[in-house]
């Protein structure tokens, strides 16, 4: 470890990441922690961060659509393992986050002991799960698949574009928002149709929202 290692916590809960904080810096002090609220943010963190060595991820950032921020993020950054921390603790959640790239999965409902077990397992290259998780489910759709490798293929401007449209953004929206022109994002927008090889707006956000977090939204 060098004397820059950082760790990433990005959650859109500033009380939750204070005290997970708190937790590691008790646990491993000898690591800078560096706090982000949101996909730009963390984006943006990772990019500028010298010596990341380990992202905790709340997989429901605002700027991400359910999966997608892990997705990109595991595609971008291969070398930088993520832990994703959730309160969606049930087996298919933890199943579809290890398929989708994380390197752990830690419920938020665990023990602080658990965070510094998580972290040593994970840097020293292990995964983690939580106690009694089944991996026999450790399965996924072919389709939520197939999404998942149109978005890890996806530039940051058109992952940016692609969740903003599966928000219900309008064109002109998006531009606002990115600061961008319309022309752009209808050249992204198409791009991302041939990539997911649908021919509407509505096609594009059914086929994205498989990577809902909520198992209710995936179609099977």
């Not at 060098?2 to 008790?26: N, Q």
């Not at 022109?181 to 992204?188: I, L, R, Y």
Request: glycine content about 4%; aromatic content about 4%; overall charge negative.
């Amino acid at each position: 470890m060098s004397e820059t290692s950082t760790i990433i916590i990005a959650d859109d809960h500033p009380l939750f990441r204070s005290a997970l904080k708190t937790a590691i810096t008790g646990q491993l002090p000898l690591y800078n922690i560096v706090e982000a609220q949101d996909i730009d943010s963390l984006q943006a963190s990772v990019e500028t961060t010298p010596d990341v060595v380990l992202i905790l991820l709340d997989i429901q950032m605002p700027g991400a659509h359910g999966f997608s921020g892990l997705i990109h993020l595991s595609a971008y950054h291969p070398t930088t393992p993520v832990i994703v921390v959730s309160a969606h603790e049930t087996p298919e959640i933890i199943a579809r986050a290890m398929s989708h790239g994380a390197a752990g999965f830690l419920p938020k409902s665990s023990p602080l002991e658990s965070i510094g077990d998580a972290i040593h397992a994970v840097l020293e290259g292990q995964l983690w799960l939580p106690d009694n998780f089944d991996e026999s489910v450790l399965s996924q759709c072919d389709e939520e698949l197939k999404v998942a490798s149109v978005i890890s293929t996806l530039t940051p401007k058109q992952f940016r574009v692609a969740t903003m449209l599966a928000q219900g953004l309008l064109n002109k929206q998006i531009a606002y928002e990115l600061n961008i022109t319309e022309a752009t994002v209808k050249a992204h927008v198409t791009e991302i149709f041939r990539k997911l090889g649908v021919n509407s707006r509505t096609q594009a956000v059914l086929a994205i929202s498989q990577l809902d977090v909520h198992p209710n939204a995936i179609p099977r």
